[in-house]
């Protein structure tokens, strides 16, 4: 009987090697601290990945989410910022340019900013090797980016609750008004499970506001 284990030069389009997965993955280490936090003179912030690993606990904890396809909001947490988890160095026009945190201050359209993504997503997914598993994440992200599933829906608004939960934390760590957090994502909620958490937090953020006035 055969073997059914593959050289590396036999996996060819059945899906990424060995030595190409481990390449992919030596990237994952290379994160980056959100430079929003950084701008507001938060010390130490939360990485991007901190903030991935967070939002994937979300789905894995959440109670509430009848009719939903927990899995896949799993594996679309894990993949929403991956192009700007990793600092990844591509090239372009024979030179080498970094694809990290754009924050809206950089003034980057969002036609723009979802291309360098996109671009650096295509990228990582040459280092995996291509095959079945990159072109799942390419899948994935582009569902999230182009908000085309009730998965990714709620993907987005959990990615503003995740936000506005570390602001409040920090506000309460270090002090701080980070009124601008809390007025850039209200309003824009489409979920209800969205709607109902971001309010849990506004309501805490609200008393706790309302009891250093008195």
Not at 48 to 76: P, Q, S, W
Not at 90 to 108: E, N
Request: proline fraction near 1%; aromatic fraction near 8%; hydrophobic fraction near 40%.
């Amino acid at each position: 009987m055969r073997s059914v284990a593959k050289s590396d030069s036999q996996v060819g389009s059945f899906g990424a090697s060995t030595s190409s997965t481990i390449d992919f993955l030596k990237l994952c280490h290379r994160t980056t601290k959100w430079r929003g936090w950084i701008n507001h003179g938060i010390k130490g912030p939360e990485s991007i990945t901190d903030h991935i690993y967070r939002m994937a606990l979300v789905f894995l904890v959440a109670d509430d989410l009848t009719g939903v396809n927990r899995e896949r909001c799993i594996k679309i947490a894990v993949v929403h910022d991956i192009a700007e988890a990793i600092i990844l160095i591509f090239l372009v026009v024979s030179q080498y340019a970094i694809v990290g945190d754009i924050t809206p201050s950089d003034g980057v359209p969002k036609k723009k900013k979802s291309g360098r993504e996109q671009a650096a997503l295509n990228e990582m997914c040459e280092v995996l090797g291509g095959g079945m598993r990159a072109e799942e994440i390419k899948e994935l992200w582009a569902e999230y980016e182009n908000n085309t599933s009730l998965e990714a829906n709620l993907v987005k608004d959990f990615d503003k609750v995740v936000m506005i939960l570390q602001a409040l934390e920090y506000e309460m760590e270090h002090g701080k008004v980070l009124d601008e957090f809390f007025l850039s994502t209200a309003g824009k909620f489409q979920t209800e499970i969205g709607k109902s958490w971001a309010a849990e937090i506004i309501s805490r953020r609200n008393s706790r506001l309302a009891s250093k006035l008195h």
